[in-house]
């Protein structure tokens, strides 16, 4: 089995979408169209609970710092780097992003679920108000996409144990796009 680095890690965090407790708005057309992706909260989440771990582990504070800041820095250029930094959702049902990923989209209640033209499936959670899209990951989804992904059915021990400490108690990350 492969092991994931960190950075690696965060580009696969970017690139999931699952889950979570966000309200959308109504009707599924408010969901059409082209979106750009603007930013995360799970970076600095997950760089505040890294720190946190680190220091209950004995690190001094200085060390710990350098080291969440190296992760937190990583971890946006990741996101900002995915095939997810815009999507387009088109009125056919149909989806595509910037790097050149596409497939099909439906809506049942507020769950979203994107099915890549490889069968890749992602399922999420939306919420549209105006023009801001949010969209909602939570950890169990994520771990489902990880196995997706990777085509195996366990999550090694050592990636389990870091997005444990990554997510911490919140379990969520939300991935904030604006209409273009």
């Known amino acids: 089995m492969s092991r994931l680095p960190v950075p690696g890690l965060a580009v696969l965090i970017g690139f999931v979408i699952s889950c979570g407790e966000d309200t959308p ?8 169209g082209s979106w750009t992706y603007q930013g995360t909260d799970f970076a600095s989440t997950a760089a ?10 004995g690190w001094n504070p200085a060390s710990a710092q350098r080291m969440v800041d190296g992760f937190r820095n990583e971890m946006e250029a990741g996101f900002r780097h995915t095939g997810l930094s815009v999507l387009r959702f088109n009125a056919d049902g149909t ?3 910037n790097a050149s990923t596409s497939g099909v989209w439906t809506v049942q209640g507020d769950v979203l679920t994107i099915v890549a033209e490889d069968g890749f499936t992602i399922q999420c959670q939306y919420s549209v108000d105006g023009a801001d899209l949010t969209l909602i990951v939570n950890k169990e989804r994520y771990l489902n996409l990880i196995r ?33």
Do not use: H, W
């Open 148 to 180: 997706q992904s990777g085509g195996q059915d366990e999550i090694e021990p050592e990636i389990q144990a870091l997005l444990d400490i990554l997510f911490g108690g919140d379990n969520t990350l939300r991935l904030f796009y604006r209409a273009i």
């Open 95 to 97: 989806f595509e992003d």
């Open 48 to 57: 505040a609970n890294l720190r946190e771990y680190l220091l209950g582990q």
């Open 25 to 32: 708005t109504e009707p599924v057309r408010d969901l059409v």
